[in-house]
């Protein structure tokens, strides 16, 4: 779950943030995650308590084109992020190659090695769990190795970590952060991983241990990939804030900048960047491959076995990145642009997992006696009107910046919105349900026009009033 908030669009974010808004934009990296993990502990609470994931209670709860749009908008986000995972793979590959192997080719070695990775579930997922705790090792080396080579301000983290402040020209980095931290796709993953534990949901004490446990594994994690996070965006706040060109780093020349600052060193920084930049790639795919299954399994409920899913799955995924690969080879700004608009598609996207998630939680029939309290839901339910917020403020920013000349666009794109935004209030009424939102609503006013109703009768004395009604 932890490598969703550590792939290379995360990585580019902190980067750019770093390059641009030096150290001061580090308190909001620190409450992303602290949103991120409280969504995180929901989704495997969801997936304890009920003993299905996400994908699964989707197609039990919701209509069939209800469902239907659900799954194709989660296919789309799962694609969107494996471009950017595997392309931050094929752009290590050609780094620690000199150049000899092209991106394209890069993404194919990626396809096929993720592919091949997976295969050690069948020995266990305690195998396939050791490979990614190496891969967070590996990452944490390197990123650790390039703090101690570019040495930071340790008094300027401070102060970034603990005074709120955004710079007026880093506003859209600032939104990039909040975004980037809770992925669609993720949510799916981590509601399903939960149940790779055998526990009894039927004895209320093992569920509850359960959770406490996979509560507290969640944070030792997610505190982890905060720190890699932090010494990412210390070292490019130490090297490049205020420099020249400082605006014009990204995932595909962030080696070359800094190699060529440092790069006297021991071992060439250039290739202890292209070492953590391939743990994430190829980490952070292998997930996207991993969420795949579950969400096809889970919303189609297809008879197939699982080797057909995961060439499937691994194969959309795969085909769209070699097209992107061959397209933007030899560009690397056009590349890191590509990226920026994969960040506003997991924006888009991010309500179609987050809305459900929080109705789910939210309903006694579902969770039964571990349905969130009244504090949680307030506070779950802030943080998804505070971050679908900051996302559609990425959207509008994003594309109406590029489509402002262009009015037939800009129709589209108002009818498109619409629609969007009819679809999001139907998730958070659930009308179809009778236990949804949409009942509640309707309840709370029948009872308040009944209590209307029968202060008039009160003040009237005319029971007549109350017959009539």
Not at 10 to 39: C, K
Not at 42 to 47: H, N, T
Not at 396 to 421: Q, R
Request: proline share 3%.
């Amino acid at each position: 779950m932890s490598i969703g908030y550590l792939d290379p669009g995360n990585i580019e974010s902190d980067l750019q943030s770093g390059a641009t808004a030096g150290y001061s934009l580090m308190w909001l990296l620190m409450w992303a995650t602290v949103m991120g993990l409280l969504i995180q502990m929901l989704a495997a609470r969801l997936g304890v308590a009920t003993g299905c994931h996400l994908a699964e209670l989707c197609r039990e709860e919701y209509p069939v084109w209800v469902r239907m749009v659900l799954w194709f908008m989660t296919e789309v986000a799962i694609i969107g992020a494996d471009v950017q995972q595997v392309i931050g793979s094929a752009i290590a590959f050609k780094v620690l190659s000199n150049g000899y192997i092209p991106l394209w080719l890069g993404v194919l070695i990626t396809g096929i090695d993720g592919f091949a990775f997976l295969f050690l579930e069948n020995f266990g997922v305690r195998k396939l769990e050791a490979l990614f705790c190496g891969f967070i090792g590996v990452m944490a080396l390197s990123f650790a190795w390039m703090f101690g080579e570019t040495n930071p301000n340790g008094k300027a983290m401070a102060a970034g970590l603990l005074i709120p402040s955004v710079p007026g020209n880093a506003v859209d980095k600032a939104v990039g952060i909040v975004g980037a931290v809770i992925m669609p796709h993720n949510i799916f993953l981590h509601s399903a991983l939960v149940q790779s534990r055998n526990i009894d949901i039927t004895k209320k004490n093992r569920v509850r241990e359960a959770l406490r446990y996979y509560n507290i594994e969640s944070a030792v994690a997610l505190f982890i990939s905060f720190l890699i996070n932090l010494c990412i965006m210390a070292i490019f706040a130490k090297a490049f804030f205020g420099k020249e060109g400082a605006n014009n780093i990204g995932l595909a020349n962030a080696g070359e900048y800094l190699q060529q600052k440092y790069g006297e060193g021991f071992f060439p920084i250039l290739y202890i960047w292209a070492i953590g930049l391939l743990a994430a790639g190829q980490s952070s795919t292998m997930t996207g491959t991993y969420t795949g299954q579950f969400v096809m399994g889970g919303f189609l409920n297809l008879p197939v076995k699982k080797w057909v899913r995961v060439v499937v799955t691994r194969a959309v995924a795969i085909v769209p990145t070699v097209i992107v690969a061959l397209i933007f080879n030899s560009s690397e700004n056009e590349l890191d642009r590509l990226s920026e608009w994969l960040n506003v598609l997991q924006s888009i996207q991010l309500p179609f997992a987050l809305i459900p998630l929080l109705c789910l939680v939210s309903n006694t029939r579902v969770m039964g006696v571990f349905v969130i309290d009244t504090l949680t839901k307030v506070v779950a339910w802030s943080i998804a009107v505070l971050v679908l917020g900051i996302n559609m403020y990425l959207l509008g920013v994003s594309v109406l910046s590029s489509l402002v000349h262009s009015v037939s666009a800009i129709i589209v794109l108002g009818i498109s919105s619409a629609a969007y935004g009819a679809f999001i209030c139907y998730l958070v009424l659930d009308p179809a349900q009778e236990d949804g939102n949409w009942s509640f609503l309707k309840n709370l006013f029948s009872r308040k026009e009944h209590q209307q109703l029968l202060e008039l009768v009160e003040d009237t004395g005319d029971t007549m009033v109350l017959s009539s009604k």
